[in-house]
């Protein structure tokens, strides 16, 4: 698999609002909390911030992230939409994803993720979580805590 077909395989995964309706809405939390249990709770493994609203969330997100990669520390940043690539969404110091952590991801994932029918959004945020995970295992950027910001669009 390759990182055009991973992106592709999560894209499909996308309810056709306008076919299904109200019935693609899953409120619930249960599907991401399960995945992460699956994933060793990542979410758990480093300190975030979740800003949530109508308007704003990104020039926030982004602006936050700058002030504290600024001031030393080593800042995740996931955001939903993207523009032009798939990769946009989860960030380290302005620094995408990699086409193969992705592809990693969705390969190591891809079975899980079937047989639990998870969201896109699930799905995202849960590689998000785990990218993170990983690169706070290994931080030691100037002695300073994780963070990592998220922020998603509410529709």
Not at 16 to 45: R, S, W
């Amino acid at each position: 698999m390759n990182y055009t077909e991973a992106t592709q395989w999560l894209f499909d995964q996308l309810p056709m609002y306008q076919q299904k309706g109200a019935v693609a809405l899953n409120a619930k939390l249960d599907g991401i909390t399960h995945f992460c249990a699956y994933l060793g709770e990542p979410h758990q493994k480093f300190k975030s911030i979740h800003v949530a609203g109508t308007n704003g969330k990104g020039s926030s997100s982004h602006m936050l992230a700058a002030i504290l990669q600024e001031a030393g520390y080593k800042v995740g940043l996931y955001t939903s939409p993207h523009l032009k690539d798939f990769r946009e969404r989860i960030k380290i110091n302005g620094l995408e994803i990699s086409e193969d952590e992705v592809v990693s991801f969705v390969l190591n994932h891809k079975d899980y993720m079937s047989q639990n029918a998870l969201s896109f959004f699930e799905m995202t945020v849960a590689m998000a979580f785990d990218y993170f995970a990983s690169a706070s295992r290994h931080c030691h950027y100037r002695s300073r805590p994780w963070r990592a910001f998220r922020r998603h669009q509410h529709y």
